[in-house]
């Protein structure tokens, strides 16, 4: 089959003088009779036209026009292949804006990558760690400059033009002239009939608009990217810039619009090419900061949950702990579906409970009645600070364990926050009271949470004096310890070391949860 050639001078027919002064003499005159004389000019001109891909007086497409999409098909079919779902690809992406960076942004850029945050996590704290990826992203972005920017920007929305002129149907057009036509089989030899034009109308316009209009571009940096991006040339370069010579001819010589205008009975249709003006490079970099900082959260995240199970370790000697039955994230679930926040100290109420109620009022208080009642201060305020710290504690016990309740389907709260939330879809004050009244749930929660803390801390601190004070010779603090062992099952000192540690790693796990004032 000889080729259809793609390029040419244009020889379409200019209006003569007289036809011109005809043209306006007949404006304001009768539109249909204008519309009627413009389709005759738009035939004669087909009909002259060299580029014989339209019959105007049988209205049939001819075999030229479909040969002329046949060479374009032969010569980007390879890139169909190789490039299908290219432009979803964020490596084609990457790839383009890293033709562009310097040696110095490529290191940056493996330092930011998530292998390289962690691994550097492992050799300086957090805080280190954090200021450095603050650096190396404003290093990193500062190598993006305007003109660099502006010169990506242009490289992908050239691509993003060559791809749509690659992902047309030709096949799907080509096969209405020959309908045995198969797919990619270029050995074939298409023996291509005239067809009524309005069966390739739909189609004619689609193409129309996928014409590349900026033929001038550097097309050869697009394709050493695609070639880097799939380790072999993509299309020939040669037959290329054939295909570009091919569609600056019909596109300045508007051959398609005046098809389309003919079979449509439309002389003023015309058309707008799909433009492509993404910015892909701010996109880039929003990502890049973005998984940066993910990244980072990630691995304090991580940190914080192992501190945190290594601290219930050493006070439960497990990490499941359930002792809260009401305010729990089960209970959640009910205002999650209304898009509330529910109750949000949870976790930090669960352990609290748990520590009042297995060792607090058993272990604890036990070794505070050895000490306050059998103990002989020299002071009353010495005992006083230890002896208000532990009933204070001892008052959220009782306190926690009522404000769970209270949550309960019987309890107070638990049946004004059901009444709420059914009510909530139908009355929308309802919403609002049951903002606030969770607001006062979780206010409370965190109360108790703090109070009983602080109370500890204070506990913490006085244990710790008078394990000093059992050392000295002459005690200052408590003046009949021989009383106080000889009262003891256990080993005195052993005993308030052991809640001292405990009382420690507590108030340690409490201030995961609670914010330092």
């Not at 005809?22 to 404006?27: E, G, K, N, Q, T």
């Not at 389907?409 to 004050?429: C, V």
């Not at 408590?478 to 099952?489: C, G, L, R, T, V």
């Amino acid at each position: 089959m000889s080729k259809i050639d793609l390029e040419g001078p244009s020889n379409s027919g200019k209006e003569s003088f007289f036809q011109r002064l005809f043209s306006i003499l007949l404006r304001g005159s009768d539109p249909e009779k204008e519309k009627k004389r413009l389709l005759r000019e738009i035939a004669r001109t087909l009909k002259k036209h060299r580029l014989k891909y339209y019959n105007p007086k049988s209205e049939e497409a001819l075999p030229g026009m479909a040969k002329f999409l046949y060479e374009i098909y032969k010569i980007i079919s390879p890139a169909q292949i190789l490039l299908e779902n290219a432009h979803s690809s964020g490596v084609l992406r990457s790839i383009i804006i890293s033709a562009f960076m310097t040696e110095e942004q490529l290191e940056i850029r493996e330092q930011l990558e998530e292998d390289a945050i962690r691994k550097r996590a492992e050799e300086v704290e957090p805080k280190v760690l954090a200021s450095e990826l603050k650096d190396k992203l404003v290093g990193f972005f500062a190598g993006f400059t305007s003109d660099k920017v502006n010169k990506i920007n242009a490289l992908y929305n050239l691509l993003s033009a060559f791809l749509n002129l690659v992902e047309y149907d030709y096949f799907f057009t080509l096969k209405k002239f020959d309908s045995g036509l198969p797919e990619r089989d270029f050995v074939y030899n298409p023996k291509f009939e005239p067809i009524k034009a309005e069966y390739v109308l739909e189609d004619i316009k689609d193409f129309l608009v996928v014409i590349p209009n900026n033929n001038n571009a550097d097309w050869d940096e697009l394709f050493n990217v695609l070639k880097a991006y799939k380790g072999t040339e993509i299309i020939d370069r040669v037959s290329w810039k054939k295909i570009l010579k091919g569609l600056t001819v019909v596109s300045k010589e508007k051959i398609f619009v005046l098809i389309i205008q003919h079979i449509d009975k439309d002389p003023q249709y015309n058309y707008s090419s799909l433009v492509n003006s993404d910015q892909i490079v701010d996109e880039y970099l929003n990502k890049i900061r973005t998984q940066a900082e993910i990244t980072l959260q990630k691995i304090l995240k991580e940190r914080r949950s192992k501190k945190v199970d290594a601290l219930l370790m050493e006070v439960f000697g497990t990490t499941a702990i359930s002792r809260m039955k009401y305010y729990t994230d089960k209970a959640n679930f009910m205002f999650t579906k209304k898009m509330l926040g529910g109750f949000i100290h949870v976790a930090p109420a669960n352990y609290l409970k748990a520590f009042l109620l297995d060792y607090f009022k058993r272990d604890i208080k036990k070794l505070m009645d050895l000490l306050l009642i059998r103990g002989k201060w020299a002071t009353v305020i010495s005992s006083q600070h230890l002896s208000d710290a532990f009933h204070a504690v001892m008052d959220v016990s009782n306190s926690l364990i009522t404000f769970d309740e209270e949550l309960s389907d019987e309890g107070r709260n638990g049946i004004a926050f059901k009444t709420l939330t059914s009510k909530s879809d139908r009355d929308k004050n309802s919403i609002t009271i049951l903002r606030t009244q969770l607001k006062e749930t979780n206010d409370a929660a965190l109360k108790m949470i703090t109070e009983a803390s602080q109370n500890l801390i204070i506990m913490g601190r006085s244990l710790k004096s008078v394990l000093e004070d059992k050392d000295k010779k002459n005690h200052e603090m408590i003046i009949n310890w021989k009383e106080i062992e000889s009262a003891s099952e256990n080993d005195v000192k052993k005993e308030i070391s052991r809640v001292y540690r405990k009382i420690y790693h507590f108030v340690q796990l409490m201030q995961y949860f609670v914010k330092k004032k």
